[in-house]
């Protein structure tokens, strides 16, 4: 462990959009509405856009001469082949592409427009900027050598891809190979079993992996926006199966997939069987209390849990709770959600409840917009333009095994980034009962991820300090999903930390320690400190109340 420099500088947000866009969405129109606002604006400013104009025309004329006035990042993948740098045509058409972008933006940051003009200004800009990339053309040199060198059937096959995914795939291109996997095959093959069940959701209890275990059960509690399965992948990857070999005795929730017929299902609905689902794990163990774990919405659901725990004084139920991602301190600043006006958050909210649900493929189209290089362009050129197959890659593949939300839930949760209501005792009822977190005095685990674009760790560092009890944060090297799945061994894993938690996320980023390695092994000692007396080993699942049923990954993981 060594001390970094203390004007270690902060790190850049990844992307302008985060879990608020997906809760809301974007309208084309009023992105349209953008667009027609900076062609007004560039004849309310003649002579500043004409200004602009002459620059860019000096800078162009420079490229065409061979000048190369502008830097490519060189973590940008999308310019790597070298013919974008050696090739005299290649080179000059790329540095007129920055050309452009940078006059754009040094235009609209000079203009006339108030500040959220600006900042929309500048979102639609990066999206056109990144769809207008050179790299997205048939052009790009890694097309045409591919095109030579298969003898044209590259361009075939990107035509039946193309044809495939308008047809099946809502118009987006496929991220995975949709055949690799299977649910049960060869991602969430840790055996266990169903040991209750409702409406809404299901408990698998898992079979140990360890000779002694720990008294008190851990109980994981995914988002209800995915399929808890991000627990379980690999044998490398399963958190599920580290908790296990390290004694743990563990419980996960399978959350049903919702339909039409579930559209008043909100998270007073969600918490109600979540603690059902902890009386099940009491019975079953014989604890008296548990130990949860909640990731990204999650989280939010064990917080809301605990709070109405409290308020009921029934709090003991839980001995402690990790969080992962999760947000529970809902103030981000983002571009993208300078669109969202009143009449767009209840028109989101009508729209999901009108169909009953928010369809997880519409969730699905945020997220990819929210790296579009990353998750449109990178696989419009792989797929389409190279004529080949997304990769296989379990994390894809469970991020495309979309759910979807049901519209009262949908509805809790817009009302939540709205209002923020944890940040105020007594801002959010559950159940009939307000919500005071302060008072929530169960010891904490949080987990935020450095290059998360959904749930950013300033927010998350802050969603820390609303807690009561011992609190302890975790700032990981990873973005949302990476930041979960960190088991060790792995050389590229970090994280920082720093126990003095102050107000102020910048201070504590600035005096935190850099440690190699996952943050996994500092849980688990953690976790196990709370986690009761060890014993020998029962191997037995369920109780006479509770009998084991299917084997996992039980029946509502296969719901589409």
């Known amino acids: 462990m060594r001390d970094q420099p203390a004007k270690r500088a902060l790190p850049v947000r990844s992307s302008v959009m985060n879990a608020q866009n997906a809760m809301v969405g974007l309208r084309g129109r009023d992105l349209f509405s953008t667009l027609r606002g900076l062609a007004l604006q560039g004849f309310k400013q003649p002579i500043h856009s004409a200004r602009h104009v002459a620059a860019l025309g000096g800078q162009l004329g420079r490229v065409l001469l061979g000048d190369k006035p502008f830097k490519v990042n060189p973590q940008d993948p999308r310019f790597a082949d070298p013919t974008w740098r050696d090739n005299p045509l290649y080179s000059r058409s790329l540095q007129a592409y920055l050309a452009c972008q940078k006059q754009l933006n040094s235009w609209i940051d000079e203009s006339s427009l108030d500040a959220d003009d600006r900042a929309r200004a500048r979102f639609v800009a990066t999206l056109l900027g990144d769809a207008l990339a050179p790299s997205n053309t048939l052009l790009n040199p890694q097309v045409i050598k591919e095109l030579f060198n298969s003898g044209g059937s590259s361009l075939l096959k990107g035509v039946t891809h193309l044809v495939d995914d308008l047809v099946n795939n809502d118009d987006m291109p496929s991220q995975v190979s949709k055949h690799a996997f299977e649910v049960g095959r060869n991602v969430a093959t840790t055996s266990g079993a169903v040991v209750f069940r409702s409406e809404m959701l299901e408990l698998i209890q898992y079979k140990p992996m360890s000779e002694k275990q720990y008294a008190k059960p851990l109980l994981i509690v995914p988002p209800q926006i995915n399929k808890y399965y991000i627990f379980d992948l690999s044998s490398e990857k399963s958190f599920v199966q580290y908790a296990l070999k390290n004694g743990l005795q563990t419980f996960v929730v399978s959350w049903r997939n919702p339909d039409p017929r579930h559209r008043e299902w909100g998270l007073s609905s969600y918490v109600e069987a979540l603690e059902k689902a902890i009386d099940a794990c009491r019975e079953i163990t014989g604890s008296k209390d548990v130990n949860l774990l909640g990731a990204c919405a999650g989280g939010l659901t064990i917080a809301a849990l605990q709070g109405h725990l409290q308020a009921k004084r029934q709090l003991r139920k839980v001995a402690s709770a990790t969080y992962m991602v999760s947000l529970l301190d809902s103030q981000i600043d983002s ?104 008072k929530v005095t169960v010891d904490s685990f949080s987990v935020a991820g450095i290059n998360d674009h959904i749930t950013p760790w300033d927010a998350v560092y802050r969603s820390t300090l609303l807690l009561g009890g011992n609190r302890r944060f975790i700032l990981s090297n990873s973005g949302h999903i990476q930041s979960i799945l960190n088991p060790p061994g792995n050389p590229k894993s970090n994280y920082l930390e720093n126990p003095k938690l102050t107000g102020d996320p910048r201070a504590w980023y600035h005096d935190a320690k850099h440690v190699q390695g996952s943050w996994w092994p500092v849980w688990l000692d953690w976790m196990q400190e709370r986690s009761g007396e060890q014993s020998d080993t029962l191997m037995a699942l369920g109780n006479q109340h509770y009998p084991a049923m299917e084997a996992a990954p039980g029946t509502y993981v296969h719901v589409r």
């Open 335 to 438: 571009p993208a959600m300078l669109f969202a006006d009143e009449l767009t958050l209840e028109a989101a909210k009508r729209r999901s409840y009108q169909q009953g649900v928010l369809d997880g493929r519409d969730m699905a189209r945020v997220f990819a917009w929210m790296r579009p290089n990353d998750l449109i362009w990178n696989y419009w050129i792989n797929n389409y333009l190279l004529g080949k197959q997304p990769p296989a890659f379990d994390i894809l593949y469970w991020n495309n095994d979309n759910t979807r939300l049901p519209a009262a839930l949908h509805g809790d949760l817009i009302d939540f980034f709205k209002h923020n209501p944890l940040t105020h005792p007594r801002g959010l009822e559950v159940c009939g009962t307000p919500v005071d977190m302060q």
